[in-house]
C-alpha cells in the first residue's frame, strides 16, 4: 500500500506561485503520478500528470502554460508548480498514483492510491 503525503498548499494572491510537493512512502516504479483538485461544490477533476515510461507529462486545458508537472523518481516524489494563480485554482489538490491506459489519464478511477491533500487559496 502506497501512500501519498502532500504539501504546500497555502493562500496566495492573484497572479503568485505556489510549489506543491508529493512524498511516497515507498517505491512508485511503474506507476503513472499527478494531481487532482476538488473545488467546494465540485467534483475532483484532473489537472496533471506525470507517466513512469517516457516522462511524459499532460495538463488539463484549464492550467496548460501556467502548471508544470516534474518527478524525482530517485526520491518516489512529484512536485506542481503553479505560476500566475487565479481565484478559480482554488481548492483541495490531490496527489495520486495509478497506471491509467493513456486514454483514461484523465479519469480519477484509473487511480489507485490518494493523499489527503492539501488546501490552496487562492485571493483576487
Known amino acids: 500500500q502506497v501512500q501519498l503525503v502532500e504539501s504546500g498548499g497555502e493562500l496566495v494572491q492573484a497572479g503568485g506561485s505556489l510549489r506543491l510537493s508529493c512524498a511516497a512512502s515507498?517505491?512508485?516504479?511503474?506507476?503513472?503520478m499527478g494531481w487532482f483538485r476538488q473545488a467546494p461544490g465540485k467534483e475532483r477533476e484532473f489537472v496533471a500528470v506525470?507517466?513512469?515510461?517516457?516522462?511524459?507529462?499532460y495538463y488539463a486545458e484549464s492550467v496548460k502554460g501556467r502548471f508544470s508537472i516534474s518527478r524525482d523518481k530517485g526520491k518516489n516524489a512529484i512536485y506542481l508548480q503553479m505560476n500566475n494563480l487565479r481565484p478559480e485554482d482554488t481548492a483541495v489538490y490531490y496527489c495520486?498514483?495509478?497506471?491509467?491506459?493513456?486514454?483514461?489519464?484523465?479519469?480519477?478511477?484509473?487511480?489507485?492510491?490518494w493523499g489527503q491533500g492539501t488546501q490552496v487559496t487562492v485571493g483576487s
Open positions: 506525470v507517466r513512469w515510461s517516457g516522462g511524459h507529462t
Open positions: 495520486t498514483a495509478g497506471r491509467p491506459i493513456l486514454s483514461a489519464i484523465r479519469d480519477a478511477s484509473m487511480y489507485y492510491y
Open positions: 515507498q517505491s512508485t516504479s511503474g506507476y503513472s
